[in-house]
């Protein structure tokens, strides 16, 4: 019996079900540059996916990583001084990421990243941003986190709780709605907007005030 024969048989109820929602991208690596565009953009009404990079060191720049004409799978990083600074990193381009759909972009991995480095001059966007490493989460001079979202999303997370933030002067994280702080140090130099809820903060001390010191180590410097 063939199934069209089926189908006259019967009465059939037929349902469509819609699959808006966007998957989510990990990629891991011992050595990664990313540059290109990595796209999520959800349906609408339907939220973007998740992306999470991570490797034992992640750099974030605003600018492209240049590599050498002819680069492919095949070359070697150990081929020239500029490949070997890339060695052992994961290296991506803030424009593969900002503005692409993903509901959140997170930088780091608290199982193998040690370090996690937003250089200044760039410039991240996505609805909720977390930064993990276990050594260091360093925001550079001029380095802008934006996660600005009107669903009530709009969350920055820099999580290092046996390591180290550093907000440098200069440096922006707007969220708005919340901004998460969790580090064993915390060194805030730059600007922390939050436009509807509140600044979480945890630390071994925490400091607010120029010239104070509180009579624990490991303080949290805010300034």
């Known amino acids: 019996m063939t199934a069209s024969e089926v189908l006259s048989q019967g009465n059939f109820t ?13 990629i891991k690596g011992k050595t990664s540059v990313i540059d290109g565009a990595i796209r999520a953009a959800a349906i609408n009404g339907y ?5 999470s990079l991570s490797a034992a060191d992640v750099l974030v720049q605003q ?3 240049s590599l050498p004409a002819g680069f492919d799978f095949e070359t070697g990083f150990e081929s020239s001084p500029d490949l070997q600074a890339l060695k052992n990193k994961l290296s991506v381009a803030a424009h593969s990421l900002s503005g692409q ?7 780091g991995d608290l199982a193998v990243t040690d370090n ?3 250089t200044g001059g760039t410039v991240l966007e996505a609805p909720v941003i977390t930064l993990a490493a276990n050594k260091t989460v360093t925001v550079e001079s001029g380095a802008q986190l934006l996660a600005t979202a009107d669903n009530g999303y709009g ?10 933030t550093v907000i440098e002067a200069g440096a922006q994280l707007h969220a708005s709605h919340t901004i998460n702080l969790d580090a064993f140090d915390q060194d805030v130099h730059g600007a922390l907007k939050i436009d509807n809820s509140a600044l979480t903060q945890g630390s071994g001390d925490i400091f607010r005030s120029r010239g104070i010191q509180a009579d624990r180590p490991r303080p949290l410097y805010y300034r």
Do not use: C, Y
């Not at 037929?14 to 990990?26: H, I, L, P």
């Not at 759909?101 to 930088?107: M, S, Y």
């Open 47 to 51: 939220l973007g996916g998740k992306i």
């Open 14 to 26: 037929v349902k469509s079900v819609t699959a808006g929602d966007t998957a989510d991208v990990v």
């Open 101 to 107: 759909g993903f509901q959140e972009v997170k930088l």
């Open 116 to 118: 996690v480095t937003v």
């Open 155 to 164: 969350v920055i997370n820099l999580e290092a709780p046996t390591g180290k």
């Open 63 to 65: 600018t492209s990583t």
